[in-house]
């Protein structure tokens, strides 16, 4: 690990976010060419600076401040959007809370896994980590998309205020515990296991001041790829319009360019033969991205009046269930291969295709 920071990843935010002042003073459709590569550059950096604070940090804090960053991110923007856009966005935060769950649990797992198991052969990790998280996101994600469809004190796939707001409690002592038992309690169920490979584990950590400005020049990173993904949106929903595609493609792409840095980063992880890397991440943020979205929305739900739509529909239902499944028999050895990856990013393609083509 260098211990200075190559320049492209500190002029890399700053001119991502000059690239916005431009949107800001309405330049023409021809900019946007523009942001797409100044949003590329800030996902870019926003890794390198992930790994910079994850090799300071040491395993599992490194991952769990990636996955914490985005996820804050995240929810700022799903509030904001709601916010604005009033009832119409009532189905917004499980559009998009669904689409990151399954972006992580078989797009960017499947990818790692795929990835690992090319250069590899054959990986290894702690189970009793992974099968921790999977235990809580299981939980999670049954009570906050599932289970609204079968509640009756309302009519509809939603909550009443009162069962909004326990779940949120609900939400938020599960995935407090988790990151308990992952950063105190049981934090050697998310190191590498003996015997796995970690070239990392060996070099020296950045001085704490490059750490530093790491940190900060990430989180200007991550905030710079939400904006601009928020920036592109028009554009991109009046492209998938022009294509004939339902409109919830769009939340599907915003997610994908919001997840860009941790998948990156993942699939970083899992070359280097460090896949307990790439399961703490992915199923770090999953668990991150709902744990903390419910109870935000929950909050905004009150105070602004409106009804949050919150259960998934059938087709969604058996690809989640089958998404878990999956990745529950996959991870269920410890050791993983080419054909676990595989299986994961068919579900992932048949979840984008089902999405185009309903």
Partial sequence: MKLKLPLWTILAPVLAWLSYAGIALGWGSGYLLVVAAALIGGVLAAVYHAEVVAHRAGEPFGTLVLALAVTIIEVSLIVSLMLAGGPETTALARDTVFAAVMILLTGIT?????????????????????????VTLTAILVLTLI????????AGPVYTYLQLGFISVVSLILYGTFVL????????????????????????PPPAK???????????????????????????EAGVVSMGAPKSLVGVIIA????????LAAWQAARNNRLQTSLNLALGSALASIGLTIPAVAIVAYFSGLTITLGIDIKSTVLLVLSLITVMLSLSTGRTHVLHGVVLLVIFAVYLFTTVVP
């Fill in 210 to 236: 490059v750490a530093g400005l790491s940190f900060g020049l990430l989180l200007a990173c991550l905030g710079i790829v939400v904006v601009l993904a928020k920036a592109l949106s028009p554009a991109i």
């Fill in 256 to 263: 994908a360019v919001v997840l860009m840095p941790e998948g």
């Fill in 181 to 204: 038992v992952q950063t105190v309690r049981h934090r050697d169920f998310f190191l590498p296991p003996d015997g796995a490979a970690d070239e990392d584990a060996h070099a020296a």
């Fill in 147 to 154: 289970l609204p469809n079968y509640t009756t004190s309302i």
């Fill in 110 to 134: 499947g990818l790692c896994l795929l990835a690992g198991g090319f250069h590899h052969r054959e990986q290894v990790f702690g189970q009793q980590g992974v099968t921790a998280a999977l």
